[in-house]
């Protein structure tokens, strides 16, 4: 196996723990939104605040630098091409979600949480809002999946 084998392995495994994560976390999120029990989905909000930063923030990371090596490394890719440029941006795009608000907001519903209780009315709110922005940003790694696939202009 080549160095580009290993940069391709490596960057397909990271995109598997940071897209197959995001599935599983919309998975666990919908059944803990469903629930009756405001503190399981207060528990679930807690559990994805953890894992976003010691997961899922890692894998993209990895994804977006060997992506990058990948493209410096092998003569057939440019960034120039219309696949990479929309795919560096969708990415970028998701990390600043993440790190801007997917992250910190957990981090203050955690936060509102021990204040006022896992039921409270704002907390539900804002676990909700969350959901609905983490759905979009999954569907932006949803089209970067799709653009690794289709590589449009190349």
Do not use: C, N
Request: no cysteine; hydrophobic share 55%.
């Amino acid at each position: 196996m080549s160095g580009y084998d290993w940069l391709v392995l490596l960057h397909i495994v990271a995109a598997i723990v940071w897209v197959g994560g995001g599935f599983a976390t919309q998975v666990y999120a919908e059944r803990a939104r469903r629930s009756t029990d405001p503190a399981r989905l207060a528990g679930f909000a807690s559990d994805i605040a953890w894992a976003g930063t010691r997961v899922f923030a890692p894998a993209s990371l990895v994804v977006i630098a060997v992506g990058i090596a990948m493209v410096l490394v092998d003569p057939a890719w440019d960034f120039g091409q219309l696949w990479i440029m929309l795919s560096l941006v969708a990415v970028a795009i998701s990390f600043i979600t993440g790190a801007t608000f997917l992250g910190p907001e957990s981090g203050r519903i955690g936060k509102l949480i021990e204040e006022r209780g896992p039921g409270d009315p704002e907390v539900m709110r804002r676990i909700g809002r969350t959901l609905v922005v983490s759905r979009i940003d999954y569907v932006v790694l949803l089209l970067v999946v799709m653009l690794m696939v289709f590589k449009p202009g190349a």
